[in-house]
């Protein structure tokens, strides 16, 4: 009965006061509402990774590998030997251009010497001409004049020998007349004599009148062909004036030929110029500072111009590209401030900034972007490529490789 009582008439259960209630349930709104303003300040991702340049060294010229000098993972500095070419062939180019630029450069000197030499070729072929043909008609006028005296004197030495012809004649008939009349004593012998003298000097007249005409025939055939060779001389001075008459375009050819002479100069030197740009291709040099990787080039191997051998990754230049979705951007901008957390290194934070947003989705740029006007559309939230980068001397030990999974969180406000 009495443990029945007691129950029965137990005390009555503790009240947690109202007003510490109010205050609990005020302290834990305020809690929230701080932490809700603070994270809703910022936007985070873990679809991020480290980006840096890849410079692919690759060969310019062909030619079996003669030395390697670095090892994979070894640091260079930019001008650093990585990879020798053999240079024998290239040495062999470079001494053929060489040769070759002597060449082309001794004709030049050769062609551009015959300008003025044509210069002065021709204006005396135009000379000599002028003064050739003056001549040549000064003597068809001479042979001319010549012509003409041997003809004159050949018609008078014809008359002269007709006048004697006709004396012979009649001393020839008086001669006969006189031999009869001898024959009879009617005339004296020396009649008779004197007749034949004169028969005898009148024939003498005709030969010597005859002689003369001879004479003048052959003068006048000497001065027909005089006449044949002054007009022959005319012609060849023609010939020759005509010839200068072409000076203009003998020394325009000249000039062509010591341009042609002064072009294969500047191909010859270009030719030159590029077998020892060959030449100084054989040793291959860092582009850029960097770590060496990705080395697919062994001693004696045969490359080819272009074939890929090494990658220089640099370390210098290094951001962070974070892939935010669109519901994500509404509030960031350039310039805003962002930590970065590195999964190799144990969550381990550095201090970056953002630098740019992409101007288009990471699906516009893939190999198949989509295309939402064809089949059933399903609305997916896109992801655009945020670049952040890194404040200066935030990694001065150079740890941070490109690739690595980073996560972003960018305070936007």
């Given at each position: 009965?009495?443990?029945?009582?007691?129950?029965?008439?137990?005390?009555?259960?503790?009240?947690?006061?109202?007003?510490?209630?109010?205050?609990?349930?005020?302290?834990?709104?305020?809690?929230?509402s701080l932490l809700v303003w603070h994270?809703?300040?910022?936007?985070?991702?873990?679809?991020?990774?480290?980006?840096?340049?890849?410079?692919?060294?690759a060969a310019r010229v062909g030619g079996p590998?003669?030395?390697?000098?670095?090892?994979?993972?070894?640091?260079?500095?930019?001008?650093?030997?990585?990879?020798?070419?053999?240079?024998?062939?290239?040495q062999v180019a470079v001494d053929k251009a060489a040769a070759e630029l002597a060449d082309a450069e001794a004709t030049a000197r050769g062609a551009e010497a015959?300008?003025?030499i044509a210069a002065v070729t021709t204006a005396s072929q135009v000379t000599m001409a002028g003064g050739g043909m003056d001549q040549a008609r000064a003597g068809v006028t001479v042979a001319d004049r010549e012509l003409d005296a041997a003809r004159a004197r050949l018609v008078a030495a014809q008359a002269h020998l007709r006048e004697k012809q006709a004396?012979?004649?009649?001393?020839?008939?008086?001669?006969?007349?006189?031999?009869?009349?001898?024959?009879?004593?009617?005339?004296?012998?020396?009649?008779?004599?004197?007749?034949?003298?004169?028969?005898?000097?009148?024939?003498?007249?005709?030969?010597?009148?005859?002689?003369?005409?001879?004479?003048?025939?052959?003068?006048?055939?000497?001065?027909s062909s005089r006449i044949v060779q002054a007009r022959g001389s005319v012609a060849q001075a023609q010939a020759?004036?005509?010839?200068?008459?072409?000076?203009?375009?003998?020394?325009?050819?000249s000039r062509a030929r010591a341009a042609g002479a002064a072009a294969r100069v500047e191909q010859a030197k270009a030719a030159l110029a590029q077998a020892r740009l060959n030449l100084e291709y054989t040793t291959i040099k860092a582009p850029a500072a960097g770590i060496v990787s990705r080395r697919a080039v062994e001693v004696g191997q045969v490359v080819q111009a272009g074939q890929p051998l090494l990658a220089v990754v640099g370390l210098e230049d290094i951001w962070v590209t974070a892939n935010f979705k669109e519901t994500q951007l509404e509030s960031m901008r350039p310039g805003q401030r962002v930590v970065v957390s590195v999964d190799a290194m144990g969550d381990r934070t550095f201090e970056a900034h953002v630098d740019s947003i992409a101007a288009a989705t990471g699906a516009r740029f893939s190999l198949l972007p989509p295309e939402n006007a064809t089949g059933n559309y399903v609305k997916v939230v896109q992801r655009v490529p945020v670049k952040i980068v890194f404040e200066k001397g935030a990694d001065p030990e150079h740890r941070l490789r490109p690739g690595l999974s980073v996560g972003p969180t960018v305070y936007t406000r």
């Open positions: 009965m009495a443990t029945e009582r007691g129950v029965e008439t137990g005390q009555p259960a503790r009240r947690v006061p109202l007003n510490l209630v109010i205050g609990g349930a005020a302290v834990v709104a305020v809690v929230v994270y809703s300040g910022r936007e985070s991702t873990d679809d991020a990774q480290i980006d840096g340049h890849i410079t692919v060294v590998v003669q030395s390697i000098e670095v090892v994979d993972n070894q640091q260079v500095k930019p001008g650093d030997v990585l990879i020798r070419i053999a240079p024998e062939d290239y015959g300008v003025p004396d012979a004649t009649k001393v020839t008939r008086d001669v006969e007349r006189l031999k009869g009349l001898i024959a009879k004593d009617e005339v004296s012998q020396q009649q008779y004599d004197a007749a034949v003298a004169a028969a005898e000097s009148a024939q003498a007249a005709v030969d010597a009148a005859r002689s003369d005409v001879t004479v003048a025939e052959h003068a006048v055939e000497v001065a020759a004036v005509e010839t200068s008459g072409t000076g203009p375009q003998q020394m325009t050819a």
